[in-house]
């Protein structure tokens, strides 16, 4: 499996990989508490999907006690290059430019945008 078929993630994997990366070191429960409030899934249904990212490669899990703890093997900067080096793979050199546009325009505001016009006036 190509890396960045690997760190592709689905809504879900998106979502619970948001509470990781901001936890550090979490439990499934922990996750699913974050969750349930907004979509009512099952706990296992979590429980999944977290043993699927460790299959992958994007989550480590050690059990201490009875409780199995996760934390992320891949930063969310990592998983946003492989989605934009994906987007280039598909549609060649030129996305790169209407990326940039969208983003300027309507994506991104505030130092976030400060920062990739910093960037490009380093180019």
Same mark, same amino acid.
């Given at each position: 499996m190509r890396k960045q078929d690997r760190l592709r993630l689905g809504d879900l994997e998106a979502e619970i990989m948001g509470y990781v990366w901001r936890s550090r070191r979490t439990t499934v429960r922990e996750v699913w508490e974050q969750i349930y409030e907004k979509r009512k899934i099952a706990y296992t249904t979590v429980m999944t999907v977290m043993n699927r990212l460790t299959q992958k490669g994007i989550l480590s899990r050690e059990k201490i006690g009875v409780t199995y703890y996760y934390t992320p093997v891949v930063t969310k900067t990592q998983v946003i290059h492989a989605y934009i080096d994906d987007l280039v793979a598909r549609f060649g050199q030129g996305a790169a430019s209407p990326l940039v546009k969208r983003l300027l325009s309507e994506g991104v505001a505030g130092?976030? $945008? /400060? $920062? #990739?016009? /910093? #960037? #490009?006036? $380093?180019?």
């Open positions: 130092a976030d $945008k /400060e $920062k #990739i016009l /910093e #960037i #490009i006036n $380093k180019m």
